[in-house]
């Protein structure tokens, strides 16, 4: 998909991000990536052991992590070695990035211009933000907003009162109403004066034939993309919260929730009112009852239920003694 972003960036030289660091040299970072996506004169981060394997092949210049986890890294990699390793990144994001941490409404919406997007239907009091691009033959029903830089395929449909930043929509793509998509999601780092506001510099990307039952929130990831794939369907009341990446054929029932940086493979359906912790890995042909709370990985083609979800099987017994 597109590769824009939404956000102003503002350049920096490694040494003023990080003043009381020494470097090999005073290089001008190019941006802030997560480790498997990072290039040369990028700044990336690694605080946990779980991305051990993204971290030994990133290609970020510069790193920020802990004295237990730089031996993990490339000898190429400067490592800049701190205690608290997301307070340092939502420092470094806020001097580059420094309006991703609030939603600024966006001042720039009027009504859209006919002779601009002659093959789109539009209901009342419909809002577009500047450099919007909406592919032909979509609707988008009364009082929703599109704002500024978004991009909508063909053959779309927005309900009404949806509200769009942050985003790039595919063709074929169904939003119900009342939808929230591309809004901050919710990252801050505790502190006992106070909390420290996480920017979110990433993006929603929701690939072609999706459908987005009523009422759902899918926030825009934090450093990465939120990410939904083709043909999946979303029932109402689900919340995607940042960075979470979900498959595609996947079938996802009412009020399911998604906490930050979960991978989610394809072709899974998951249950009503099923709740899934952050940074697991969900794999392929899974199925997840309805109300479970999924608190580890799970592996391709199982079934599980319950809280802790378990073994389907294993929850049969259980309820049999």
């Known amino acids: 998909m597109d590769s824009s972003t939404f ?7 490694i040494k003023s991000l990080f003043p009381s660091f020494r470097f090999k040299k005073n290089i001008k970072v190019n941006n802030i990536k997560s480790l498997n996506k990072s290039k040369k004169l990028d700044l990336t981060f690694f605080d946990t052991i779980k991305y051990k394997s993204q971290a030994l092949n990133t290609k970020a210049s510069f790193c920020i992590t802990t004295e237990k986890l730089i031996k993990f890294l490339p000898k190429s990699t400067e490592k800049i070695i701190v205690k608290n390793v997301l307070y340092e990144l939502a420092n470094a ?4 990035y420094p309006s991703a941490d609030i939603d600024y409404p966006d001042l720039s919406l009027k009504y859209p211009i006919k002779t601009k997007f002659k093959n789109v239907k539009f209901g009342n009091n ?20 599109i704002e500024h830089d978004v991009k909508i395929g063909s053959n779309c449909i927005i309900g009404s009162h949806v509200v769009i930043k942050n985003s790039i929509l595919g063709n074929n793509v ?3 109403d009342g939808c929230k998509i591309g809004q901050k999601g919710f990252g801050f780092i505790p502190n006992k004066i106070k909390n420290l506001k996480f920017p979110h510099i990433g993006r929603v990307l929701i690939n072609d034939d999706v459908e987005i039952g009523s009422a759902c929130t899918i926030d825009r990831g ?7 794939e083709k043909n999946t369907y979303l029932d109402n009341q689900v919340h995607v919260a940042h960075n979470v990446k979900i498959g595609s054929n996947c079938m ?6 998604f906490a930050g940086s979960s991978t989610i493979g394809n072709n899974v359906s998951i249950g009503g009112q099923a709740g899934i912790s952050g940074h697991l890995n969900i794999g392929n042909n899974v199925k997840i009852g309805g109300g479970s ?3 580890k990985d799970v592996e391709d083609n199982s079934v599980v239920m319950g809280y802790p979800a378990i073994p389907f099987k294993d929850f049969v017994k259980s309820w049999k003694k």
């Not at 956000?7 to 030289?13: C, E, L, Q, R, S």
């Not at 809002?127 to 033959?137: M, T």
């Not at 934090?222 to 939904?228: A, E, H």
């Not at 996802?252 to 929730?257: D, F, L, M, S």
């Open 7 to 13: 956000f102003k960036k503002k350049n920096y030289f």
């Open 93 to 96: 994001l806020k001097k580059i």
């Open 126 to 145: 419909v809002l577009i933000g500047k450099n919007v691009k909406i592919d032909k033959d979509t609707v988008i029903g009364a009082n929703s907003i």
């Open 174 to 176: 169904m939003i119900q």
């Open 222 to 228: 934090s450093v990465d993309d939120t990410v939904i």
């Open 252 to 257: 996802i029932a009412g009020q399911v929730g």
């Open 293 to 295: 709370g999924v608190v």
